[in-house]
């Protein structure tokens, strides 16, 4: 048996998709802030793979078994939004020497 959506529930879907992805995901103050976040990451990558020795510790006793880059994105996808942030502004903004472990 092969379960499916009744023709007016996904019509009834793919408009409230339509609404969402036109008026929320794609709102231009949304784009801004998603283009900060980007940038913000892509910045924090930069900076621990040009000083891996300020990954926290548990990140940097995998750089060996899985590779500099693979380790530092690993690290980055295990925080939240608002962890991110702050690690930006400790080792970006503030210098500080080494980051937090998000465990």
């Not at 998603?34 to 892509?42: E, G, K, L, M, S």
């Not at 899985?66 to 930006?88: N, S, V």
Request: aromatic content about 10%; overall charge neutral; proline content about 4%.
């Amino acid at each position: 048996v092969q379960l499916c959506m009744s023709p007016t529930f996904a019509a009834d879907k793919a408009e409230l998709e339509e609404f969402l992805f036109e008026h929320v995901y794609r709102h231009p103050k949304l784009a801004e802030i998603r283009q900060r976040a980007a940038t913000r990451i892509h910045q924090l990558f930069r900076l621990l793979k040009t000083h891996p020795q300020r990954l926290p510790d548990r990140f940097s006793a995998h750089v060996n078994e899985w590779g500099l880059e693979r380790t530092i994105a690993c690290y980055i996808a295990g925080m939240t939004d608002r962890f991110c942030d702050d690690q930006y502004i400790l080792l970006l903004e503030l210098g500080r020497d080494k980051g937090i472990d998000w465990s």
